[in-house]
């Protein structure tokens, strides 16, 4: 067993309210619960000799392993081929389907023989409260339940289960046609033991759980070009939306290196708003409503907290259910990936000042106007508050999207998105016939869009920069023209895109900035930004670079994993790196995708 498998090396599976890891070798190393922020209770990847883990797999020294999804489900299957025999295992939670938040949560893993005869082979060793809690083993005979002081854990097995100090062996040979398997299930301390284990009971969960996930795809509209790359996209995405209230996380892992031994290494466990508001059109795009509303009703939740408060108004991320503590600290006993030590819970950037929040929250609602819950007058009271106290406060330097540690600056990007909060917020005070002070509104947007022009544009690059009074690119300025700040084939805006082809742009690969050049705060290098790759493709659709979008795309795709998911980063010998899978980058997948498609289309007169 590799102590520290690559990153990609996984497949993700969840029930909408947690979720875990499994390597292509048969391990959950990543597991937290009750909720996706919750303390783990498999984190070998983090720290394997601390961190805790689950294996099932063969014994079998040659065998060769492949991992591959049940086709449009979260059902994940490790395969592993010896001389001996196939043997399979199949991993799957069982979907939350009552939106109401539980401590009880189900790993289940099915085996089976699919040819000759397979010896697998059981460990369990949980590590809770991020290996600081220890627990007490009750063993039984095909059974262990695992007691830590804020948690239970029931083991359950078809087979004999022994034994290891406070952890779990066991053992089973199957041949060819037969079937096993252990289901994990966490609950509160003294919490009802689960139903005894049977395997017909486990093949019926496959195939409840299979069409589960089937029938929710069918509501996708997408018809385009890359059905199963947009989808398994969008069944990630909904992987890491936490049900109860409709937040979408930013990965489902924390402290993951974007430099293996670096100190770049996150809690992406929380909602952004950001990530959060795009994921909304992307969504919409492919048809997915429900979600889409979901997340909508909690951004406005998220205004109504803080009226009539001297804060602002929102905060860049939030916990899932709104929280907005999320006090960072280093967790000193883990060594973090390959040594990529600090490992940190909670987000400091939390109480960042990032002001393109508020245009994205409201480009948000604008892509969803006719979803609701904007239009409803208490939401608009509270929206049209936000705006006004906006109109005063936009002029400020801030952290930016990416959250640097470096020093406020007047990001540019910044900028484009309260120029987005103003221009969106008067169309949809115009079609809902809102209250509204528009002249306020307007000219805060003109003055913006005036200021951009003139202060964000750097004559010796013939580009938008990062921020005013620099000369450093940032691709996060690839949105500009897709929120509707300028034309897609503005000459200014087609000079800033061939400026970031030869300074962001590599093998069809994009850095979202040059570190060395901005510093930032932190130390170390990084990978291209996979977000980035995706926003640049979209760039280039519009501009109507369609051999060059779609190569871009395409090329991109040969980075995803083997099941077809992205970290945030690939690195500089094409590793991903970074929390896994990310959704930032899932979702601007599906709209580089939609956006390519609709560019290709009407060149071929569709």
């Known amino acids: 067993m590799d102590r520290y498998p690559p990153i990609a090396e996984h497949g993700l599976v969840g029930d909408l309210q947690t979720a875990a890891l499994v390597s292509s070798q048969g391990v959950v190393d990543w597991f937290a619960a009750p909720r996706f922020d919750s303390p783990s209770v498999f ?16 014994e079998h020294p040659d065998a060769i392993c492949k991992q591959l999804y049940y086709p449009d489900t979260a059902i994940l299957v490790t395969r592993f081929m010896s001389p001996d025999g196939v043997g399979e295992v199949v991993d799957f939670m069982p979907p939350d389907q009552t939106r109401t ?31 600081r809690a220890e627990h007490h083993l009750e063993l039984g005979d095909n059974s262990g339940l695992f007691r830590s002081p804020g948690m239970d854990a029931h083991l359950q097995a078809s087979f004999p289960l022994a034994r290891d100090g406070q ?51 069918r509501k996708s509209r997408y018809r385009g070009r890359w059905p199963e790359l947009v989808h398994r996209s969008a069944i990630t995405l909904k992987l890491l939306t936490y049900a109860p209230t409709g937040a979408l996380i930013a990965a489902a892992t924390m402290g993951l290196p974007e430099q293996v031994g670096g100190e770049r290494n996150w809690d992406y466990r929380f909602t952004w708003v950001r990530d959060g508001a795009l994921s909304v059109r992307a969504m919409l795009d492919l048809g997915f409503v ?35 503590d999320l006090p960072e600290e280093t967790l000193e006993h883990f060594e973090g990936y390959r040594g990529s030590f600090p490992v940190r819970i909670g987000n400091g950037a939390a109480d960042q000042l990032q002001l393109d929040i508020y245009g994205e929250a409201i480009y948000a609602l604008s892509q969803g106007r006719e979803i609701m819950p904007q ?16 109109a005063d406060s936009w002029d400020r330097p801030d952290e930016g999207i990416w959250e640097t540690r470096g020093g406020r600056q007047d990001f540019t990007y910044s900028r484009v998105m309260s120029w987005v909060a103003f221009d969106h917020a008067m169309a949809l005070a115009e079609q809902f016939r809102r209250p509204a002070d528009l002249e306020k509104w307007r000219n805060a947007r003109d003055t913006i869009f005036e200021q951009v022009m003139e202060r964000g544009w750097s004559e010796s690059e013939g580009a938008f920069v990062q921020h005013y009074g620099g000369d450093v690119l940032d691709a996060s300025l690839l949105l500009m023209p897709s929120v509707g700040f300028i034309a897609p084939k503005d000459p200014v805006w087609l000079s800033t895109l061939d400026a970031m082809d030869r300074k962001l742009v590599f093998d069809s690969l994009v850095y979202r900035y040059d570190p060395a050049a901005s510093p930032d705060g932190l130390r170390g290098s ?81």
Not at 109 to 120: E, L, T
Request: net charge negative; hydrophobic share 40%; aromatic share 10%.
């Open 43 to 58: 984190a070998a990847l983090l720290d394997h000799d601390r961190g805790g883990y689950m294996r099932l797999a063969p």
């Open 101 to 131: 938040a539980t401590d009880r949560h189900t790993l289940i893993r099915v085996v089976r023989a699919v040819r000759g005869s397979v010896d697998f082979t059981l460990e369990c060793r949980p590590r809770f409260d991020y290996g």
């Open 167 to 217: 952890d779990v062996r066991g053992r089973v040979t199957l041949s060819a046609g037969e079937s096993g398997g252990a289901v994990f299930t966490v609950c509160e301390p003294g919490g009802e033991a689960p139903a005894p284990l049977s395997v017909d009971g486990l093949t019926a969960q496959v195939e409840e759980t299979g069409q589960f996930w089937q029938h929710w795809l």
């Open 290 to 324: 429900e979600e889409a509303t979901a997340f909508l009703h909690w951004l406005v939740a998220r205004l109504h907290e803080r009226e009539g408060k001297e804060a602002e108004p929102l905060q860049t991320m939030y916990r899932i259910d709104g929280n907005p």
């Open 375 to 390: 239009a409803t007058y208490p939401a608009w009271k509270a929206l049209a508050r936000m705006l006004d106290w906006f």
């Open 526 to 606: 990084e990978g291209t930004f996979s977000l980035c790759t995706f926003l640049y493709v979209d760039a280039l659709a519009r501009a109507g670079r369609l051999s060059q979008a779609r190569y871009t795309f395409e090329k991109m795709q040969t980075y995803a994993n083997h099941v077809g998911l992205f970290a945030e980063e690939v690195g500089p010998s094409g590793e991903q790196l970074g929390n896994f899978p990310q959704a930032f980058t899932q979702l601007s997948l599906i709209m580089a995708a939609t956006t390519l498609d609709k560019a290709l289309d009407a060149e071929q007169g569709r």
